[in-house]
């Protein structure tokens, strides 16, 4: 079992897009009443640093590497109601598996 689970999203950026993804994702954290989850911000250009310190990656933006850890592309949460609570329900889903 993971104490604590640390969430790295990520876009082009890492201002806008990224914020409102980490707003989303927070949100549906508290909503399921999860506990030691830690969403983080970055831009695609500091992933490589980054991932090191993260157990799952979010992103919005089409990834080319291959991470360590999990990484769910969260486009959807931009788009409308349906696609995002799918994103939302695999990523709450992959934290749980990380935390078990």
């Known amino acids: 079992m993971k104490e604590k689970v640390t969430v790295l ?7 806008c897009t ?4 980490r707003e989303e994702i927070e949100d549906r ?3 399921e009443g999860l506990k030691n ?9 500091d992933v490589e640093e980054a991932i090191n310190n993260a157990d ?7 990834m080319k590497a291959d ?15 349906k696609a995002a609570k799918k994103a939302l329900d695999e990523i709450i889903a992959e934290i749980r598996k990380i935390q078990q």
């Open 56 to 62: 799952m990656l979010v992103t919005t933006v089409e």
């Open 18 to 21: 990224s914020n409102y993804l």
């Open 29 to 31: 954290i508290k909503q």
């Open 37 to 45: 989850v830690k969403v983080i911000l970055c831009r695609v250009n």
């Open 67 to 81: 991470y360590p850890v999990p990484m769910i592309r969260a486009l959807g949460i931009m788009l409308d109601d």
């Open 9 to 15: 999203c990520c876009c082009g950026a890492g201002i």
